[in-house]
């Protein structure tokens, strides 16, 4: 049914306005309280087995949504009622910022993919904080807060912007995350280098620790598909050896392999970040590298192409406490979260493992001995 809705009406629509459209829709809905009670008992059933603990929360499953469609923090509810369990906001940066000119949303639907070159449009990280503060939750839900650098920031006073974001959000974060693999701000992801990302992290983590004293808020940092192997390796032995919680892979990619058959060529050239379909087997590459370095010593977020639960289900099993999609959720429609729960829970009924925590890294580990 989505599909066909999708054909008739999204599909027609300029995408940035249709994410806008269905984002209306949703915050509706969740407003609505006899209607938000009905949408998540049919799309988000609880079950038992999913139940997951990872960076020291709670969450009835292990499936999340990937930061940059909720990046100001409007629309937590109506994501949790879709069935989400936690929402990733962001990315926030320290300043207001209104993002690149438009068009910078393209969908690519053959490969089922998207193009985005959207330069981390959003409210700024005063406004996001003010919003976080006055939120009254009707799910609850597990909060991420993603921040990332002001464009106009140069990259030498990066710690600085990243700083004030964390001063202004950590206290509304369940965990709080440093994006520095975003393609669409220019030397971003040069951020990533460890010599520039050691003083990046300690300073976050001393300033979530100065502003929020009564817990410790978890910090990863979240990379891009597209750093060699070696480099993959080196972010993980910093991420240990600074007592980070964890690290999201992966972001989007500036690679453009295997596209352009289905999808039309014009599209194929527009300059930013691949995400859906195409990204997935190198997103899965890079998490079952991560899993083999660092094992459970850090808490890995699979993400980059899950387009159902048998994705999931690999991210599980190649070492992800927790699974995070996006693109799919434009191609498969607001069934997307439901279906996969339903599918990870038929598979681990299937599979040798007890709970969802002994499937994790189990592939992994395996293809190890
Ligand atoms: C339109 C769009 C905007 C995005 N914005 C952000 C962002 O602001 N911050 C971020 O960390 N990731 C952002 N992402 C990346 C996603 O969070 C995710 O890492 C990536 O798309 C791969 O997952 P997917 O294949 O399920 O989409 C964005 C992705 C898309 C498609």
């Avoid at 190649?318 to 069934?335: N, R, T």
Wanted: hydrophobic letters at 45%; zero cysteines; a neutral charge.
């Amino acid at each position: 049914m989505y599909e066909l809705f999708f054909n008739l009406v999204f599909k027609r629509m300029d995408p940035e306005r249709a994410h806008y459209a269905a984002f209306r829709w949703i915050r509706g809905a969740a407003r609505t309280p006899v209607l938000r009670t009905f949408v998540a008992a049919a799309l988000a059933p609880r079950y038992e087995e999913l139940r997951t603990e990872a960076l020291g929360l709670r969450m009835h499953g292990p499936f999340g949504l990937a930061a940059g469609f909720d990046k100001n923090a409007v629309a937590i509810d109506g994501m949790a009622m879709l069935g989400f369990d936690h929402v990733e906001i962001g990315t926030v940066t320290a300043q207001a910022q209104p993002g690149n000119p438009k068009k910078r949303l393209f969908r690519l639907v053959p490969d089922r993919a998207l193009i985005n070159r959207m330069g981390f449009n959003n409210e700024g990280s005063e406004a996001v904080a003010a919003r976080l503060a006055a939120r009254k939750a009707v799910f609850k839900t597990v909060v991420g807060v993603n921040i990332g650098k002001t464009k106009v920031v140069p990259e030498e006073e990066a710690v600085g912007d990243y700083v004030a974001s964390t001063e202004r959000l950590a206290r509304h974060a369940d965990y709080l995350v440093v994006n520095v693999s975003s393609p669409n701000t220019p030397g971003l992801r040069n951020l990533q280098a460890t010599e520039s990302l050691r003083p990046l992290l300690t300073a976050v983590r001393e300033a979530a620790d100065r502003t929020v004293t009564d817990r410790r808020v978890p910090l990863l940092v979240k990379i891009a598909p597209d750093l060699a192997d070696e480099d993959v390796d080196a972010v993980a032995d910093l991420a240990l050896e600074l007592g980070l919680d964890g690290i999201i892979a992966t972001n989007t990619t500036i690679a453009r392999e295997g596209l352009g058959l289905k999808s039309d060529p014009s599209l194929v050239k527009e300059t930013g970040g691949l995400s859906g379909a195409p990204v997935k087997e190198r997103s899965l590459e890079v998490l079952r590298r991560l899993y083999a370095r660092v094992g459970d010593r850090l808490v890995l977020v699979g993400v980059g192409g899950v387009e159902n639960a048998e994705d999931a289900w690999q991210r599980i099993l190649a070492g992800a406490s927790l699974v995070q999609g996006y693109s799919a959720f434009i191609y498969e429609g607001p069934f997307y979260a439901r279906a996969i729960h339903k599918g990870l829970a038929a598979r681990l009924a299937d599979s040798p493992y007890a709970t969802l925590a002994e499937a994790v890294g189990a592939e992994t580990r395996k293809a190890a001995q």
